[in-house]
């Protein structure tokens, strides 16, 4: 069993950063393909970005490109949201996810079987 913690949410203002950790449980962190996805209210959950297990590469969602970037430290069994340029449209609860199964990245959260519980981020305008 993976447990995911998120942390690092918070209200800020538009223009402004923020940065989003996931400390997960296990002794295998570094196979893990992670991820973050987002929800706002009355809104499906939508991939936000990810990283690879096999070679660090990272991806992300059109809408937050340039503006976020994702990390991990597989010593420390963390991940990383740096969320720079924030938008009032970035507003949503923020989600840390785990696919301990495969050896590619997906983007699609049915292929994650681990989540956090959320983190909520608020960007006033």
């Known amino acids: 069993q993976v447990q995911l913690v998120e942390s690092g949410g918070g209200l800020v203002q538009a223009g402004g950063s923020l940065r989003l950790s996931c400390v997960a449980s296990g002794r295998t962190f570094s196979n893990y393909q992670m991820a973050w996805f987002r929800q706002a209210p009355g809104k499906e959950r939508q991939f936000v970005a990810g990283i690879s297990s096999r070679d660090g590469n990272s991806y992300y969602a059109d809408s937050v490109k340039d503006r976020f970037t994702i990390s991990r430290d597989n010593a420390k069994n963390t991940q990383y949201l740096q969320m720079n340029s924030l938008k009032p449209e970035d507003t949503a609860v923020y989600y840390c996810?785990?696919?301990?199964?495969?050896?590619?990245?997906?983007?699609?959260?049915?292929?994650?079987?681990?989540w956090g519980q959320g983190t909520q981020v608020t960007v006033s305008s």
């Open positions: 996810a785990a696919d301990s199964n495969r050896l590619y990245f997906y983007k699609y959260a049915t292929a994650y079987n681990y």
